[in-house]
């Protein structure tokens, strides 16, 4: 049976072959009790798959696939045949992430019963000089809306809730069940001296209404945790615990609640894959 994780799941972790960077990730998993999602390019593939199937309590792979790539269908195949629990980061898409061109994409993920990781908002130009095709307005946590609402039996995952559209975010995962998002990169950074803000995008915590679907949860329940660590900066594992939990703390957010957002949602997610 696969291994559901322990006391906190990253759902954010890249890795492209980084020498080294596995055994560590494993060390640090291991102290917390931790479970990640491996986000692996194709050319670290190898190399994941192996340290995966050793460790497979520890680490669940993620096969980051580029939408526009025409071999798209045959990689998601093979992620998925490798035993891969989920797709991502999509990031840098030609068109929006919910047109009509990428929905086999989908309804494939959808059939395997992956779980679809997306970058949302604003995203880093790493080469300025060099000329791209790329943009925040095609990836925005609002493109997600279409996606949950086509592909009913997708778990789907938007990073960063839409830097710095949040409360956009927000709203949509309100009423989609199958829609989460984590708040890595820069907005807890930015928001560092004004945590209780998010009150304001999680709002309707407790509130009974025809307006909002019922529910008992806290409105943060709509976030899982993510570190988005790359290149390898594990690093970013503690600083980004640290600030989820100085953030839910400022907002009041009960304990189990904050459980899971931590872990348990995915861990329910997760028990309830093939
Ligand atoms: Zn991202």
Redesign the pocket.
């Known amino acids: 049976m696969f291994a559901a994780g322990g006391k906190i799941i990253d759902v954010?972790v890249h890795f492209d072959g980084e020498p080294g960077f596995l055994d560590g990730l494993l060390a640090k998993l291991d102290s917390v009790d931790g479970l990640a999602f491996l986000l692996t390019t194709p050319r670290a593939f190898p190399e994941a798959l192996a340290f995966i199937e050793k460790h497979p309590s520890r680490l669940a792979g993620f096969g980051a696939i580029r939408l526009d790539d025409p071999n798209v269908l045959e990689q998601v195949d093979s992620f998925h045949q490798a035993g891969f629990r989920g797709l991502g980061?999509m990031?840098s898409p030609l068109h929006n992430y919910d047109d009509e061109r990428y929905w086999p994409v989908y309804e494939r993920a959808e059939r395997y019963q992956m779980i679809l990781l997306?970058?949302?908002?604003i995203?880093n130009r790493e080469t300025p000089h060099v000329p791209e095709d790329i943009s925040f307005d095609r990836m925005r946590a609002t493109r997600l809306d279409l996606i949950a609402r086509r592909f009913p039996k997708l778990v789907v995952i938007g990073?960063?809730l839409g830097n710095p559209s949040y409360a956009e975010a927000a709203e949509i995962a309100r009423w989609n069940p199958n829609l989460y998002f984590d708040l890595?990169?820069s907005s807890l950074i930015k928001k560092s001296n004004d945590y209780t803000f998010f009150k304001s995008i999680f709002w309707w915590s407790g509130i009974v209404s025809a307006h909002t679907p019922e529910s008992g949860a806290s409105a943060f329940e709509k976030l899982v945790f993510g570190s988005?660590i790359f290149r390898g900066d594990l690093a970013e594992f503690d600083r980004e615990r640290d600030r989820y939990q100085k953030m839910l703390d400022a907002c009041d957010v009960p304990k189990e609640a904050q459980a899971r957002i931590f872990s348990g949602t995915m861990q329910q997610i997760l028990r309830g894959l093939p």
Do not use: L, N, Q
Not at 118 to 121: C, D, Q, R
């Open positions: 954010h980061e990031t997306f970058h949302t908002g995203v990073a960063h890595s990169g988005d």
